[in-house]
């Protein structure tokens, strides 16, 4: 029986998120379904969405693609001790290069690890990784003290990242 | 997929999925009809954009189309931590950290510090509880990175 004076159900970021984090359905109206599945309007789906955009909660709505089937099988993590005072600063210029796809301020660990600054980069071939390894070398000039790429040689483990109640996260890389 | 990353096999994908990949890497519309609004972007129509990111899904070119979150947002707390492991003790030590179904990935590099992985919980105190567990069981010292600044993230491949 429907109470014609039912409120709408609140929409929770949580239950937004675990709706759609395996992926928004492959119907002709995605958002009027997973608005249905949770009982609140189709706006009220679309405007938390954007608001999480916008908010950067969501980094981008559309294909996430398995790298390795691309065709980008040369991964590496390459790492690098920057000058303190300029890591954030070239952080970000190598962040936005178009082959760095993580990119991480991490700390040192005295004795044991020197890099503070991670970016994993992606090629064709180790060739082409190596060279995107330049390019990152280069860009960080005279505030670098040191660096390296350490290649995957074996995916020992990948389940995603999960929470509870909620399906696996696959990661992008 | 799982295991050993594998190369590009051409017969995967054709060029009309190579431009919906490319096309729909960000900007999906935010609108009642999104697939058939993509679609006409693309000069497609919307049965078969659907037809063809449903072929993508299932053939794991694409891992998933929809939002992608930062792990933050849903709530969790992801830590990467590597181990020198060595190489007699590797399958055994393997064994012990992906045991521990916090840890959401865990990859051999060619590194004296030649075992990375990521341990993911919704609480920092847990976190660091199962790498002071994963230290013990070992013996082998755990180097603990958490992200201090997250200064971009996504994978914008072009296929």
Known sequence: ?173 | MTGLPHGHDPRDYDDIDRAIINGLLDGFPLSPRPYAEAAAALGLDEATLLARLKSLLDHGVLTRFGPLYRPESIGGLAILAALSVPEERFDDVTATVNAYPEVAHNYQREHRWNMWFVVATSTPERAWAVLAEIEAATGLTVVALPKEHEFFLDLRLTA
């Open chain 1, 1 to 173: 029986m429907t109470d014609p004076l039912r409120t709408e159900a609140v929409l929770t970021d949580q239950a937004l998120i675990a709706a759609t984090e395996g992926g928004l359905p492959l119907s002709p109206t995605p958002y009027a379904d997973i608005a249905a599945r949770l009982g609140v309007s189709e706006a009220a789906v679309t405007d938390r969405l954007r608001a999480m955009l916008a908010d950067g909660r969501i980094r981008r709505i559309g294909a996430v693609p398995n790298h390795y089937r691309l065709g980008y099988t040369a991964n590496g993590m390459t790492v690098w001790d920057v000058a303190d005072d300029r890591v954030m600063e070239l952080g970000a210029a190598v962040g936005q290069l178009p082959f760095v796809s993580h990119c991480y301020l991490r700390p040192r660990v005295p004795g044991l690890w020197s890099y503070t600054l991670f970016a994993m980069v992606h090629g064709r071939s180790r060739t082409e990784t190596d060279a995107h390894a330049a390019t990152i070398r280069a860009l960080l000039g005279d505030a670098l003290r040191g660096g390296e790429i350490l290649y995957s040689t074996r995916v020992l483990k990948k389940t995603g990242i999960r929470t509870a109640g909620r399906q696996p996260v696959k990661e992008t890389s």
